[in-house]
Structure formats: structure tokens, C-alpha cells
């Protein structure tokens, strides 16, 4: 297992790394003064690729980043405000983005078009451009090679916790190191494209890999982590992942190297310790759910199915309620699409059978009550129609959900 | 208008036209002694047609009454049960569905086949045969011309009104009534297909009409209401709409005559008004919004965009916050897979201009407020990209959503 080979880093972040600082400060969009505004720096121009949402109305930040991953050979910065999307902003909220651009650069002293801009908050208002100039000013002023976890805790909304990680593993006798961080609790559906949540992810590497690699490398890594978890099935205009990679360690990744094998997997270590982070601090999540269906005649079937009961209201609901109520886990796999023989379905919760071949297995609701009330299990769909398989994570519907987005006003 | 030559009876029910009978006593399925089990008799066996859930995993009374579609001339009666929804309970399940046919036979002297049975309630627990029989035994006992709405009653699961309905126009000189009666507060999104909730709706009519013209007036009238529904996004094992045609008002209506169309938009007024009170009557809903897509490319753009709000989860608790966050209804258009151009998009609540061109239309949040104040309310889509539309109706999801479906057990 390539796992072994490397290890998650005490108090790691996206300034484990070396090479890079960052900073998180309190800005002023947010009314409750909690710190709303994050800047991410290498200190020498980094490669990098992005992933963002493949929403019809990609918010004003989202178009920018996309023009860099087109347009500029290498990023030195990202500045991330939360508390405003600039979505739906129109050619002003575009405008607005450059200009934030054009401040950072200014203020640290780089060309704009190596900046990367993202946004996270309410839809349709323009940004307050003054206090991004604040924001902007005060960061700069506390970047720093252990704002790692500051920042992290910036770029929060309703996360209840920041969400920060980092692997380290050795290259002959160099050390390289992968940081992370993210933040989203809901409006969690990504799909993101590489060129989707309002998820935001920032990675970065002190090895230095191309931009054409790194773009290969997120692509399978989001396909395999954040495009596998769903909060509310609603996806953002916002969500964005960016990986930059400065070669700092000194170690350069090449592709079909056995390098490049390890770092792809610590790569997608991070990705998925972070997705699953943020399926547990999901927008009032009390369970954390594994969706697995196996032996599905294709791959889309098992993700049919998968999602079909992933994003059920009414699973979601149950499983709030510690009621193991498999009716409405069927329901959904018949509703989903997929093409499968209800007669032989069997179902497990954990390792306990709860359908056997599309009718009550007969374990004791009781017993499967006891897995419901857990803080983690999974639900295991066995179709027994070929060899394909797909697993989704996400989470309990509660009321503290409908309270968090029947009230949420940044 | 057609409309106006059709009028609402008065506490008008499935025993409104004439040669009907009906029955709703406690059998005891439900813990609560609340009645659960109804009965429903043509005096004469009728014509009929069904439409039923489109869900891989249908339920046992589903198989069978597909099988009377196929299969029987004429139907004679219905007995439903609530409380138990025969579904998921594999070869032992269907005999128990024929079981309760011939038991209703036996006790109404009538054919087994000529019987069509449907069940609501709890997945995957086998009828408890004893209780059917009783309620056959008490039901039968029971059959009144004016037992229309208590029939209503027995049917009803997390509903918290019995829906029925009825309608007479003239043809000539005889009157022709339509009745019916609807269950269905949660698990709704209906795909009906001739041969989609769990919905249950029974029609009745005094007017004859042969099967196949039945069915063609039942698929149309379904696509126009039920399907156009969503409380949860969550479509059952048991849906299904049957209608029954006797003719006892003598009148015997004809494909494409003028009586037909007649019929044919007093029966649409019919499934409209009940697949309403529905979405009115879900579970835990506090109001009710009709989304309308307009000037879109293809009719599939608009029902995309249209189904994509109705059933965000983000859009519905922002209703019931009263919070006119229009942010989520583009969220949900740009992920619905629809085509068009987002900057051409306009977006009202009610009559109130919210978005213009993709942006805030800048109408002052506090009479944005206003309208999703109201019980009722349509949120409408303008994409500017054509000349096709679809409108779907939904509820909010409030905290009794949530306290419903975490503790629901029959």
C-alpha cells in the first residue's frame, strides 16, 4: 500500500509546504466580525491547475481563475473572501474580480495575472470593494509560514469547523510535502470539471510538477473525492480547486514515474480526507453515510443508484431519526434509473443484511436500528447484475439544516 | 373557456357520480385507530384505465392491478389499505394481493379479476392478511352512495386533510359526473406512466368511455397534474391512478366528439385540483409555489430548470425562512443541465422583477420579502431562448418535514 509512504502531518496546512505563507483576517463581510478574508502565497511562481463548477452561472471569480488556467503559465497568489459569492454580478462583479486582482498584485508586488481570485457567500451582491482593499492590506501585512490554519479558518461559512490538512513523504532524500485546505457545508454537489460545491479547495506542493500533469493528477483526484460527496444535491456557482506547485523541496514530479505514482496517491489522500471532512461538517449533519453499490451491470448504474439514495430527502431524514427504514433506500434505487433486477438486490447496513434479494432480509430492527445510530456506517447495495461499482458520501438531513438555510443571511 | 361549462359539486367525492359506492373503516393498520382501509364499488362493472409508479421495485398491488390493466375488460372495485404498503415483499407479497381480491370477491360476489387493490405505508413488512380480511368484512358492510368522503379519509397516511373532488357538466340533457379522491403527502414526485408517488387517485365517472380511451385521457391528464408535482423528490413503490367509467348517466363519450373534449378538460380540472391540494397538503409544507419556465429552447430546457428549483432543498428551506434568496434559484438553473444563456435570464416572484439579464433586477429585498411571505406564490423563469415552457408546483421543506420523516413509522 503506497499509503504507508507517507504521513499526515501534526497541524498540517497549505503552508506545510515549503515555500509558501499565508494569512486569514477579519475584513468586514461578515457581520459577526469572524475572520473572512484569506490570502495564499508561494514565494516564487508556482505551476498549478484548477477544477471549478460546471454551473451555467460560474460566478465572476470562477470566470477569472478559468482564464488563468488558460491564459497564465503560473500562479504566485490567491486571495479568498467569504461572505460574498460576486455571483451573478454580471461585467461590474467582473470587473471587480480584476480589481481585486490588480490590488493583491499591487500589494505584493506581482504581476495581477498571476493572482487567482475565489468567492464564497451570498449570490448577487457586488463586493464591497473597499473592504476588499481591506482585506487585501491586512493580509498582506500577516502573511506568514504558519497562516496555514488561519487561513483555513477565513474562508469558512457555515462550516463549524476549518478543514486543513497535510501529508508529507520522502523522494530520495528530499522531503515533499502536499497542504490543503477547504471549506463548504452546503450548496454541496460538486461536480466539478477541469475545468463543481460552493466548495473551495487550495493545495499546494513544494514539488513542482507540469501544469498539463497537475490539471491530469486534480482531474481523477476530484473525480475520486469531492464529485463523490453531496450535502443537499444542490451545487454551487462558485466551487473551485486549486492545486499549486513550487518546487520548493527541490523535487520535480514527472509523469509515469513511480514518483508520480506517489504523489498522485498522497495527492488523493488529501483530497478525500478533506471531502470527507466535509460531509461530517456538513450544514447540520449529525451522521456520516457511505453509499456503496457493487456488482452494478455498469459504473453509471452503481452511480445512478448511489446517488439516487445519497440525495434522497427522505433516507436523509431516516437516518436523523435512527430509523433504519430500508423502504425508502428501495424506493430510491427504483426511482434511479439504473437498470438492475429488484428480485435480486440484497442491502447491508455495515455488515448487517437488511434486504435479501429485494424483500426484508429479517434481522431484528432493533439490531439495524443500532447501525442507524451510529455517527458512521455505510449502506451496501449489492445488485448482483456484473461487476461495476460506485460509492457516495454524505449525510443525515436534520432540522438543524433547515434552520441553518431557512435563516442563512451573510 | 370549457372550464366554464363544468361546476364543482359541493362536498363532491368518488360517490358523486351516480352508481358508486364507497367504504372507509378502521381495519387496523394504523396504531392510532385512525381509519385505514377503503372500499370502492361500480354497481355495474366498469370500463378503466391505471397509470402506476414508474420505480424498479413496484409494489405487489401494482404488479397485480398492471395485470387487470392487461388483462381484464372491466373492473368492478378497489380496496386500499393504509398503513402497510405490500411492497418489497417478493411472491408472498403478490399472493397476498390476490388473496385480498378473492377475499373481496367472495365478499362482494363478484370475479377476482374484476378487482384492483392498492396499499400504502410501510415498505417491506407482508400484510397482515387477518386485518384485510376484517377490513373487507367491515367495508363491505359499509358501501354507501354517500360514502365518497370517508373512503377519503381511510386512504390518508402523513396527509392532514382527506382530498376528494367532484364535477358535473351537461351532455344533452343528462348530467355526467366526475369524482375523485387522492392520498399523497410525502414521497411525492410522481413519474406516473400509463402504466408514476406514494400517490394513490381514484376517478370515477357515471359517463362509459372503452378502456383505451380511458388510458389516452388518463396519460395526458397524469403529465399535466401529478407529474407535475414534487413535495420531497422522492418517488414511491405504490403510485397509482385508476379510473373507473360505468356509464350510469347514460352518456357514452366518443373519441374526438366535441363531448369528448368536454370530458376530457373536466377530468384535467379534476387531477389539477387534487394533485394541488397535494403539494398544499405535504408533509410539513407551509406554502405553496408554482415554478414557471418560459421562453425556453425545448420543452425538456424548461421542465429541466423547472424540476431543478422545485426540488432544491436550498430553494425550499429558503421558503419557509420567508427569505426571498433568489441566489439558489440560479444556483439550481445553472446545475440543472438545461441550455441557454445565463446573462439573458430574467427571474420574478410573482410579478416582482428579482433578476434581469443573470443580475439583481434591484428590486429592494423587503418586497422580495413580501411575496414568499405569502402562502402561495410563482417564482418565474424567463430564459429568453425560445418559445417552449413547463410549469411544476411544490411546497417548502420546514421543520416538520424533517420531524415527519425522522419519526415516521406506521
Known amino acids: 500500500m503506497s499509503e504507508q509512504l507517507f504521513h499526515f502531518v501534526g497541524n498540517g496546512s497549505v503552508t506545510t509546504p515549503a515555500g509558501f505563507r499565508a494569512a486569514g ?45 488558460l491564459e497564465s503559465p503560473r500562479l504566485s497568489a490567491a486571495v479568498i473572501n467569504s461572505g460574498n459569492a460576486n455571483a451573478c454580478t454580471g461585467a461590474p462583479g467582473l470587473a471587480n474580480a480584476e480589481e481585486t486582482c490588480r490590488l493583491a498584485a499591487e500589494a505584493l508586488n506581482l504581476a495581477p495575472e498571476t493572482i487567482a481570485v475565489a468567492s464564497t457567500g451570498r449570490i448577487g451582491v457586488q463586493l464591497p470593494m473597499d473592504i476588499i482593499a481591506r482585506g487585501i492590506r491586512l493580509a498582506a501585512a500577516e502573511l506568514s509560514t504558519t497562516g496555514g490554519n488561519a487561513a483555513a479558518r477565513a474562508i469558512m461559512t457555515t462550516d463549524t469547523v476549518p478543514k486543513s490538512v497535510a501529508v508529507q513523504f520522502q523522494i530520495g532524500d528530499r522531503t515533499v510535502s502536499i497542504g490543503a485546505m477547504t471549506k463548504g457545508a452546503g450548496m454541496i454537489d460538486p461536480h466539478l470539471q477541469v475545468p463543481h460545491a460552493t466548495m473551495l479547495c487550495f493545495i499546494t506542493t513544494d514539488a513542482d510538477a507540469d501544469n498539463e500533469l497537475l490539471a491530469e493528477m486534480l482531474g481523477t483526484g476530484v473525480a475520486d473525492s469531492f464529485n463523490r460527496i453531496t450535502v443537499d444535491g444542490d451545487m454551487s ?29 498522497a495527492l488523493d489522500t488529501v483530497m478525500r480526507e478533506l471531502a470527507r471532512r466535509m460531509v461530517a461538517d456538513g ?64 442491502i447491508f447496513y455495515d455488515d448487517m443484511p437488511v434486504v435479501r434479494q429485494g424483500g426484508d432480509a ?24 456484473g461487476e461495476e461499482e460506485y460509492w457516495v458520501w454524505t449525510c443525515d438531513v436534520s432540522y438543524d439544516y433547515v434552520k441553518i438555510n431557512a435563516d442563512y443571511h451573510t
Request: include cysteine; charged fraction near 25%; aromatic fraction near 8%.
Open 362 to 385: 429479517g434481522t431484528r430492527e432493533e439490531e439495524l436500528a443500532d447501525i442507524i445510530r451510529k455517527r458512521e456506517f455505510t449502506v451496501l447495495i449489492d445488485l448482483h447484475a
Open 25 to 69: 483576517v477579519t475584513a468586514g463581510f461578515k457581520r459577526t466580525g469572524a475572520p473572512d478574508f484569506a490570502m495564499l502565497l508561494s514565494e516564487t511562481p508556482a505551476h498549478f491547475a484548477g477544477a471549478f463548477t460546471s454551473c451555467t452561472f460560474a460566478a465572476a471569480p470562477v470566470q477569472l481563475c478559468r482564464k488563468r488556467v
Open 237 to 265: 456557482t462558485n466551487d473551485t480547486v486549486l492545486i499549486l506547485a513550487n518546487g520548493h523541496s527541490g523535487v520535480t514530479i514527472r509523469k509515469g514515474t513511480p514518483e508520480a505514482k506517489l504523489f498522485k496517491s
Open 283 to 346: 450544514e447540520g449533519a449529525t451522521k456520516f453515510v457511505e453509499v456503496k453499490v457493487v456488482n452494478a451491470p455498469t459504473r453509471e448504474d452503481a452511480k445512478l443508484c448511489a446517488e439516487a439514495v445519497a440525495n434522497s430527502l427522505l433516507c436523509k431524514t431516516a437516518w436523523f431519526g435512527n430509523d433504519p427504514n430500508w423502504g425508502r433506500v428501495v424506493a430510491a434505487l427504483g426511482y434511479s434509473g439504473a437498470t438492475f433486477d429488484p428480485n435480486r438486490t440484497d
